[in-house]
């Protein structure tokens, strides 16, 4: 939890890692991908403040240790939900996965969710695996990264056939929430991973599940917004737009968040520190101070305590089911966190 | 001297997304001019995984805009740091298209892409100019009425001039100020308040991109933007 000035924070960190990519964990004859992703990634913490960066050492071996202390001691967060990110064509035992993920869960009760993930490439053996995860670990989530390559495939979308089946899978074996990766960077070739078309598609057939859509297709957050404004179930993940903007580009980070106020609504957004990119400690101080900078902005929806609560903490919490204890919850007036209300469409200037 | 005239060609190359020069946005790491004419380009992007399809139309284009200086006889075109440099150098080379150059990989030539993204910025830079004119207390009727002829010159008028003219929308002193990028229709009064969201969105979108793109440059290659 967090405290400022007598309101106290449910945090929820709903995009976090544990990963491991030092030199020894590359896979023969893809060392340049591997070195290549994990530099990408490093670059990115440089978007932070320059007090809270690592050693590229550090970045890609940090430990339990560091972990537990940057996210929980130091960093305020009170569950945090793994997201894997598989990556097995470069990284021999994997990047960031499910069962690493869940073996450091189990060691801390209560301190995380263990999300899995699927790839439709995978076909039955793939299924089998997801119901056994999700029995296994109790998943009530996944990530999906559909730019993973996979035996030369170079991407998937969620229209696939393939793809619907899984999704089948996800209502009958209870997952609820659905976050896929549609951000920055990163290769496909006429698969462009930062289209977000497919997940329009998946969240008008699948209206019982909860799309989160991390990082909220930055770079091309229009196609995002037009999108989520008409999908009731379409949620704006804020990884990367806390951790990548709001100290590196305060302007900018003031209209992106207008934009989503105003297209996706306090409602349907939700806080992941994208941890060990960025540690939540100052995303979450920082945000928790942060207003729109001047009356340029003053057309966009405002931004109170409540909007900050929902954003933190109290949205996720409602995704997945989290008791939240009475003092961190909102006044009745303030309104449902996650609620699943349509956008409201423009109104006349 | 010469390297000059290079930079002159190089700074009418842009990236397709984030419609900036690719010199203004740091992407050209070294531009050289041999007595005999031999051009030497060497291009790099923020990340190793940046998107194959926009490095191949900046190599490209970068490629064709050298080959026209006067003085050029042969010109090379290199991408660094790139997980697809090899095919994308390879291909611009050979003047392959992008399609044979990712062969069994690639479906679409790029012209859609580069359209798509024009589009975007014709929608940002509508919002550029269009903002200082509702801040002076224009409406939508009144945006909805004016013509290009009619907006007070500036850079941004220029510019969104210039890229409704490459896709092939008016861009006459007589065309509608404002137009749907796809169709080129006028907006009428009643579209104008969301049109005018959209415009301004896109804008955003592009500057926080071009915020990001920037300060990984900056990390990866410890430089300033040029």
């Known amino acids: 939890m967090y405290e400022k000035d007598g309101e106290k924070y449910f945090i929820v960190d709903s995009h976090m890692h544990y990963w491991q990519a030092g030199p020894e964990t590359w896979v023969p004859g893809a060392e340049n991908y591997a070195k290549g992703w994990i530099e990408c990634f490093h670059a990115y913490q440089g978007l932070g403040p320059p007090a809270t ?20 001691q130091d960093g305020y967060v009170d569950v945090a939900v793994f997201q894997p990110t598989y990556l097995t064509e470069w990284y021999k035992d994997g990047f960031n996965t499910t069962e690493r993920n869940a073996a450091l869960g189990e060691k801390h ?34 990530k999906l990264y559909t730019a993973e390559w996979r035996e030369g495939s170079r991407g998937w979308t969620l229209k696939d056939p393939a793809a619907y089946k899984y999704l089948e899978a996800c209502q009958e ?23 977000v078309s497919d997940i329009d598609h998946a969240a008008t057939d699948f209206p019982e599940l909860n799309f989160i859509v991390e990082h909220v297709g930055l770079p091309r957050i229009e196609d995002f917004c037009f999108m989520a404004t008409q999908e009731p179930n379409v949620y704006a993940g804020l990884s990367v737009v806390i951790g990548g903007l709001m100290h ?11 934009e989503l106020l105003f297209w996706v609504g306090e409602d349907k957004m939700t806080f992941g520190s994208d941890y060990g990119i960025w540690e939540p400690k100052w995303q979450i101080e920082g945000f ?11 057309d966009y929806p405002r931004v ?46 | 001297m010469s390297t000059r005239t290079l ?45 194959p399809n926009f490095a191949y139309l900046m190599v490209a284009d970068a490629y064709d805009a050298v080959s026209t200086v006067d003085g050029v006889r042969r010109a090379e075109v290199v991408l660094d740091d790139h997980f697809a440099a090899d095919a994308i150098n390879e291909g611009v080379a050979a003047r392959a298209g992008f399609v044979a150059s990712f062969e069994g990989e690639a479906v679409d030539e790029l012209d859609n892409l580069r359209v798509n993204f024009l589009r975007k910025a014709v929608l940002a830079g509508t919002d550029l100019v269009c903002r200082p004119l509702v801040e002076a207390g224009k409406s939508p009727a009144d945006l909805a009425a004016l013509t290009l002829g009619e907006v007070p010159w500036s850079p941004a008028l220029d510019r969104l001039r210039r890229r409704r003219t490459e896709l092939g929308l008016p861009a006459g002193d007589a065309a509608p100020l404002l137009v749907d990028p796809a169709s080129g229709a006028a907006v009428g009064d009643a ?20 915020g990001i793109c920037r300060g990984m440059l900056r990390h990866r290659y410890g430089v300033e933007d040029q």
Not at chain 1, 58 to 71: C, P
Request: glycine content about 6%.
């Open chain 2, 191 to 210: 579209a104008v308040p969301l049109h005018l969201r959209k415009a301004r969105l896109t804008r955003t979108s592009l500057d926080a991109n071009t």
């Open chain 1, 288 to 298: 928790v101070d942060w207003d729109y900078p001047s009356d340029e902005f003053s």
């Open chain 1, 109 to 142: 009760p209560g301190k995380f969710i263990a999300n899995t993930r699927w790839d439709p490439r995978e076909g039955e053996d793939g299924l089998k695996k997801l119901a056994e995860n999700v029995e296994r670990y109790g998943s009530k989530g996944v």
């Open chain 2, 7 to 51: 930079l002159d060609a190089l700074g009418e190359v842009r990236d397709p997304e984030l419609d900036e020069p690719i010199t203004v946005l740091g992407f050209v790491a070294s531009a050289s001019l041999s007595p005999d004419g031999d051009a030497a380009v060497h291009l790099r992007l923020p990340t190793y995984f940046c998107a």
């Open chain 1, 304 to 349: 109170t305590t409540a909007t900050k609560k929902k954003i933190l903490g109290l949205n996720a919490a409602k995704l997945y089911g989290i008791d939240v204890p009475a003092e961190y919850q909102l006044p009745a007036a303030a309104g449902t966190p996650a609620a699943r209300e349509d956008a409201a469409l423009v109104e006349s200037q």
């Open chain 1, 248 to 258: 590196a580009r305060p302007k900018f980070f003031a209209k992106v968040m207008g």
């Open chain 1, 53 to 72: 960066h690592w050693s590229i050492e550090k970045f890609m071996s940090y430990t339990e240790d560091d972990l537990m202390k940057d996210v929980f």
């Open chain 1, 173 to 195: 074996l209870g997952i609820k929430n659905i976050h896929v990766h549609k951000g920055p960077t990163i290769w496909p070739l006429d698969k462009d991973a930062f289209d």
